[in-house]
């Protein structure tokens, strides 16, 4: 099926740094305790909350910290040198496995662990253990507005009739355009939300977006990773970030300036009809002052990029994030820790904090198909895992090669975005640091 067979080819400001003077490690009274390291921002109220439960019902204290966007591997490195350093954290991967390997406990006889679904692989060493945990299956591709459709099909002229008809990326230029030119027509302030390329709010293009040529690239080589890349779909990335930055609330000129934030926020106030952006997105959209865009409302699409045939292409589906346990805290912390991990994902208390309140669909075994969280882009999500007649497309980002490489295209495209560069210094950006981080990370 789909969920398997996209699965199992994985291996996988802003919100500022707060409460670092509360209990971590193991607290001032000598209790064994947690420190969580986040790495989304969008979700550290939920684990907040989620914290406060288990302490009130165990007594062992559990310290969220959140990373502001796009600083977590920073954050962690500033914080696993100190002595009250995180007990749980994050690993991005393959890649962020190498990274921490010195620091990853061995996770194979966990609960968690024995829970994960058999097509849902865990990170392992070299060794074959488990140091990293997946914990969410998480999906994303073009969000639209159906309401904005629907007024946009009643135009005269009107491209197609039905979101049904957009199967391709020369199908999806033509309405982008046409629903641009007829933007007043239709109460909106751009076909798409800005591109946001501002520093640290650009991820959803050096990772999401290029993840698209990078897997068709890989398959054509037939290898799951590769220390040189060619950027061969370049063509094909160019023409769906052109349509972005063409077609947007903003000029294109502006869009270095602006933050995810702000793409969420123009779309939720029906100023846009699409945004690039995953399930995650839900609680962006529907916690917007402002909001109007109804439930039933809110869609996917794939990504369409004008590659052959795109038809039979679904949205993007996987996961990079994986839980690891900091080998260096005290063993009763990380006793504590797993016992905290096993409790979110094999408990029935857990398990209804993690639909409810994160979001997640979970790839454990004791999560059902009526596990799925009551948000419509989960439920989206859920759909294109077992949908027959697409194929989703798996998460192959987590074999870039660092996140220096990611910023440094960020920062060209953004570049090309205010008309400082050419293309073709992009692509060779691409090409040149692929190469080099890839052999740096080999030293």
Request: proline share 4%; net charge negative.
């Amino acid at each position: 099926m789909v969920y398997k067979r996209v699965l199992a080819a994985l291996f996988a400001g802003a919100v500022a740094i707060s409460g670092l003077a509360a209990c971590s490690g193991s607290g001032d009274d000598g209790k064994p305790s947690v420190y969580f390291l986040n790495f989304k921002p969008e979700q550290e109220n939920a684990y907040k909350k989620i914290a406060e439960a288990y302490t009130k019902e165990t007594g062992v204290p559990v310290k969220v910290v959140t990373a502001a966007s796009g600083t977590y591997e920073q954050t962690l490195k500033a914080e696993v040198g100190k002595s009250d350093a995180p007990t749980l954290f994050q690993l991005n991967g393959p890649v962020g496995l190498n990274n921490w390997e010195k620091y990853v406990t061995d996770l194979s006889d966990t609960d968690t662990a024995k829970a994960l679904k058999e097509d849902v692989p865990p990170l392992k060493g070299e060794d074959g253990k488990i140091y990293g945990i997946p914990f969410a299956v998480e999906g994303y591709g073009i969000i639209y507005n159906e309401a904005i459709f629907d007024k946009y099909f009643a135009l005269p002229g009107a491209k197609v009739s039905s979101t049904d008809d957009i199967k391709d990326f020369a199908t999806l230029k033509a309405v982008a355009e046409d629903m641009q030119s007829k933007k007043e027509q239709l109460g909106i302030q751009g076909a798409f939300a800005a591109t946001s390329l501002a520093s640290g709010e650009d991820w959803r293009w050096y990772t999401h977006l290029a993840n698209i040529p990078v897997h068709y690239e890989l398959k054509d080589l037939g290898v799951q990773d590769s220390d040189e890349l060619k950027f061969k779909y370049n063509k094909e990335y160019k023409n769906i970030f052109d349509l972005y930055l063409n077609n947007s609330t903003v000029e294109k000129t502006l869009a270095p300036s602006k933050s995810v934030t702000d793409s969420m926020a123009e779309f939720a106030q029906g100023k846009a009809a699409m945004v690039q952006n995953g399930n995650w997105a839900w609680g962006q959209i529907n916690e917007v002052s402002g909001n109007v865009v109804k439930e039933e409302d809110i869609k996917f699409m794939p990504i369409y990029t004008g590659m052959k045939d795109e038809e039979k292409q679904g949205i993007v589906v996987g996961t990079e994030n994986y839980l690891a346990v900091n080998n260096k805290a005290s063993e009763e912390d990380q006793k504590a820790t797993i016992d905290f991990m096993n409790w979110l994902f094999t408990s029935d208390a857990g398990k209804t904090y993690v639909v409810e309140d994160l979001g997640f669909i979970a790839p454990f075994n004791n999560f059902g198909e009526e596990d799925t969280p009551n948000d419509p882009l989960a439920k989206e999500v859920a759909e294109a895992i077992n949908d027959k007649e697409l194929t989703t497309i798996p998460w192959d980002f987590q074999y870039f090669p660092s996140q220096q490489f990611k910023e440094d295209f960020g920062q060209a495209l953004g570049q090309y975005a205010s008309g400082n560069v050419s293309w073709d210094e992009v692509v060779k950006t691409f090409v040149d640091n692929w190469a080099a981080e890839k052999a740096a990370a080999k030293k």
